[in-house]
């Protein structure tokens, strides 16, 4: 079945805790970016990247790092979690990001930083 | 900078009408747009995506129109069903996607 996986599902850790979420998918698509949603702020993008090893900001990048050393993987990274990247995170991929290309979401990840 | 507004922000309807749910979008250089359903603290399910070549789309119950040059889309749902209650958001794709806040669908059995 085609999916994008993001573990864990849920999460509560304390502020300055590093931690992952992880984000897999198995559609061989290239283009893989993920969102926060926050009531409302609609959902916004974070970081994406095109391909292996290639990886640019999106509209809300501060706080976050990923990497994209493999074309199915692409972790999000939390360095030192404060309260206010507590959220609703979602990991998408595409094929690429024009003409005939469906985003495929995970079923998300709630983040909760005390 | 894609601005996406969806109106109504929320719909409340009895079983069986048809729902009606607009979108609109600041750019219209775009590559194509996609609905997506959420249900409550779930992820996002793709309804429909209509390319910027077309005018319409249809997925069973669910029809989704296009206006790019006027930055417009509408998504109608015939003869809802309690079911049809969730978030529905759209997305124009102008290299990424951009998200309205979406319209909370509630259908009463």
């Known amino acids: 079945e085609a999916q994008v996986t993001q573990n864990p599902r849920y999460l509560i850790t304390v502020t300055g805790k590093k931690l992952t979420v992880t984000c897999s998918q198995n559609?061989?698509?290239?283009?893989m970016s993920w969102y926060r949603q926050d009531p409302g702020l609609g959902l916004r993008q974070i970081y994406y990247s095109m391909n292996v090893e290639v990886t640019d900001k999106g509209d809300v990048p501060e706080g976050y790092k990923v990497s994209r050393k493999e074309k199915r993987n692409f972790p999000l990274i939390l360095e030192s979690p404060s309260p206010n990247q507590t959220s609703l995170y979602f990991c998408?991929?595409?094929?690429?990001?024009?003409?005939?290309?469906?985003?495929?979401f995970g079923q998300g990840t709630r983040l909760t930083v005390v | 900078k894609q601005e996406v507004t969806q109106i109504p922000a929320a719909l409340s309807v009895p079983e069986g009408e048809n729902l009606v749910l607009n979108c609109s979008f600041t750019d219209s250089a775009i590559y194509n747009l996609q609905w997506f359903r959420q249900d409550p603290g779930k992820g996002l399910t793709s309804l429909l995506l209509i390319q910027s070549s077309q005018r319409e789309q249809t997925s069973g119950r669910l029809n989704a129109s296009l206006d790019k040059s006027s930055g417009r889309s509408t998504l109608y749902i015939a003869a809802s069903q309690p079911g049809d209650s969730a978030t529905y958001l759209c997305a124009p794709n102008d290299y990424k996607l951009s998200f309205g806040a979406g319209t909370t669908v509630t259908v009463r059995a």
């Open positions: 559609m061989n698509h290239e283009y």
């Open positions: 998408a991929s595409s094929p690429g990001t024009g003409l005939y290309t469906e985003a495929f």
